[in-house]
Nanobody, 121 residues
Framework: VQLAESGGDLVQAGGFLKLSCAVSGGGIFSVNAMGWYRQAPGKERELVASIASSGSTYYADSVQGRFTISRVSSESTLYLDMNQLRPEDTAMYYC???????????????WGKGTLVTVSS
């Protein structure tokens, strides 16, 4: 399985970004849960959002109501729409895939290389 993120950029606070994650390999795209993690300098890695095989979603409290995770199976692509961006959203964002239909407590086995989001105040 290969995951390739894109869409990271420098944006002003209050702005919008759309991250994409192109998936190749690994069988049927929507069978496994997928998500987005982020890690800011000096901070722990954080699960931002996930989407299960059923389509049910999870969001961290810090992004609830501002971020939206989605997928397009025909494109084998995962998305993260990020609205009302804040300086504290600045981080490297990683696309991930679990081997299960729902996210598990263990770290996902598949990770992309990340895309950098920087939000200026």
């Amino acid at each position: 399985v290969q995951l390739a993120e894109s869409g990271g950029d420098l944006v002003q606070a209050g702005g919008f970004l759309k991250l994409s994650c192109a998936v190749s390999g690994g069988g049927i795209f929507s069978v496994n849960a997928m998500g987005w993690y982020r890690q800011a300098p000096g901070k722990e890695r954080e699960l931002v959002a996930s989407i299960a095989s059923s389509g049910s979603t999870y969001y961290a409290d810090s992004v609830q109501g501002r971020f939206t995770i989605s997928r397009v199976s025909s494109e084998s692509t995962l998305y993260l729409d990020m609205n009302q961006l804040r300086p504290e959203d600045t981080a490297m964002y990683y696309c991930v895939r679990w081997s299960t239909m729902t996210r598990s407590r263990t770290l996902p086995p598949y990770w992309g290389k990340g895309t950098l989001v920087t939000v200026s105040s």
